[in-house]
């Protein structure tokens, strides 16, 4: 294993890791504002222990995400030097603004948060949530920034006298169509992880008590996240893979194992991609579909992998500019599987809500429990999708990944630090799930104190 190998392990390792508390953090903060608002306007204390119980499992989940998240910023100086070099004039732009205006907003109303339940108006107190939730949301917005640019690089120019990309136009950074088609799949499916984690926990607590007014608030708050957020995300996903066959067609045809250029183009549901031959060797396909989700058109061509590769040797010379297409083949589907069982599942609690029968269908919570982990490998498999489908480009089209590592590191430093954070990763898994389940099963008091109805009814 070389120097290249190890740092890219360690990079996708710890952005994984990192990224299974990400989508929790702003669909919880979200959750709990919205629950906030709801006791504040209607001074039911159900609204309040819901709000608290859910309060607890996502400062747990912000704590550990980040500390996990600080550890990705110093990769780039550490491992991939040659690309900080090469990038550091865009990349630095959105992730300063990140850390001094969104991080700041989201932990100073945090703060505020946490310690203002007896100082702060109960209206003043629920604006702090909305605020903590919008800056997460601002933060995802300028981390994608950076990621789109990455993706589709845009207003900049190359500066070959230095070797590196100078930033030419903040505003075409900002205004990255695939920075907004980014943002709002995240936050979408931000809230579904939540909506699912939150049907779980509630489905397991009313499967003992059936009768609690703060799980049965919960579930049917659940019901309605996962349901609004699965379409939306599907939309969002579909509207975004249209951007992706525009800007990275490469990936687009990984994605669909697509080798060949057709038209009109059928979509392969099932297949069995032979990198080595250029081809599928087993393939169940839809004729035409592929056609009509790229492009809405009942005709038009789709250009394969083959005839692209075949382009971009003769544009930058030679080289293998097919990313690992199995990978990113199946993880397409995985996660649009996920997709459409949690539209499904999320329709079918509505409609159990409507006919006044979600509480007591104990089959349907014990398949929420089951699906806990369903919005997870979704999340993963679709940063896995964008991520390796880009390879062998860390900047699109302008920076190859082999270009990008620290010429100086050794293989053996990076293992070194790679054992190291899978070590500490591992014991920071512990403890977040040990304490995630254990608050989880814990569940709220029977009674409200107090010091919870008085910081309810101040002004």
């Not at 980014?182 to 909506?195: E, F, K, M, Q, R």
Request: net charge neutral; aromatic share 14%.
């Amino acid at each position: 294993m070389d120097a290249l190998i190890a740092a890219r392990w360690q990079f996708g390792i710890t952005t994984i890791y990192h990224f299974l508390f990400v989508p929790l953090t702003i669909g919880l903060a979200l959750v709990v504002a919205i629950l906030e608002t709801m006791w504040v306007r209607r001074r039911d204390p159900k609204y309040l222990r819901a709000t608290k119980f859910w309060a607890k499992l996502f400062l747990i989940n912000f704590a550990i995400g980040v500390v996990t998240g600080i550890v990705q910023e110093f990769q780039f100086g550490m491992n991939w030097s040659s690309y900080s070099r090469f990038v550091g004039d865009i990349f630095g732009a959105p992730l300063a603004v990140e850390g001094l205006l969104a991080f700041f907003l989201e932990s100073t109303f945090l703060g505020l948060w946490i310690f203002g339940w007896d100082r702060l108006s109960p209206r003043v107190h629920a604006a702090c949530a909305w605020l903590v939730s919008l800056g997460t949301i601002l933060s995802a917005f300028w981390i994608l920034a950076a990621n789109a640019w990455m993706q589709n690089p845009v207003g900049y120019r190359l500066n070959p006298a230095k070797g590196r990309a100078e930033l030419e136009s903040f505003f075409d950074l900002v205004r990255n169509p695939m920075a907004w088609h980014h943002l709002g799949h995240t936050i979408l499916a931000s809230i579904l992880t939540a909506g699912v984690l939150m049907l779980a926990i509630s489905g397991w607590h009313l499967l003992r008590h059936p009768d609690s007014p703060v799980f049965r608030l919960s579930s049917a708050l659940a019901v309605a996240l996962v349901l609004i957020a699965s379409v939306g995300s599907a939309t969002t996903g579909h509207f975004q893979g249209q951007e992706v066959a525009k800007i990275q067609p490469m990936k687009h045809a990984a994605v669909e194992a697509h080798w060949e250029t057709e038209g009109p183009a059928a979509f392969s549901v099932v297949a069995i991609p032979n990198m080595a031959e250029g081809r599928n060797l087993f393939d169940i396909r839809i004729p035409r579909l592929l056609s009509i989700l790229t492009y809405h058109s009942w005709t038009k061509e789709v250009v394969g992998i083959n005839d692209l590769q075949a382009e971009y040797e003769e544009r930058f010379g030679p080289g293998d500019y097919r990313p690992p297409v199995g990978v990113v083949y199946w993880s397409f589907r995985a996660m649009v599987g996920v997709g459409f069982f949690l539209i499904g599942f999320g329709a079918l609690g509505a409609w159990f809500l409507y006919r006044k029968r979600l509480y007591e269908t104990k089959w349907y919570h014990r398949v929420a429990l089951l699906s806990l982990g369903l919005p997870f490998i979704a999340n993963i498999t679709g940063w896995v999708v964008t991520e390796i489908g880009r390879q062998p480009w860390s900047v699109y089209n302008v920076l190859l990944v082999r270009d990008s590592v620290s010429p100086s590191v050794s293989a053996a430093t990076v293992l070194t630090s790679l054992i190291g954070f899978t070590i500490l990763y591992g014991a920071l898994a512990v403890v977040d799930v040990y304490l995630m389940a254990k608050y989880a099963r814990a569940g709220v008091g029977e009674e409200t104190t107090p010091a919870e109805v008085g910081a309810g009814l101040a002004y």
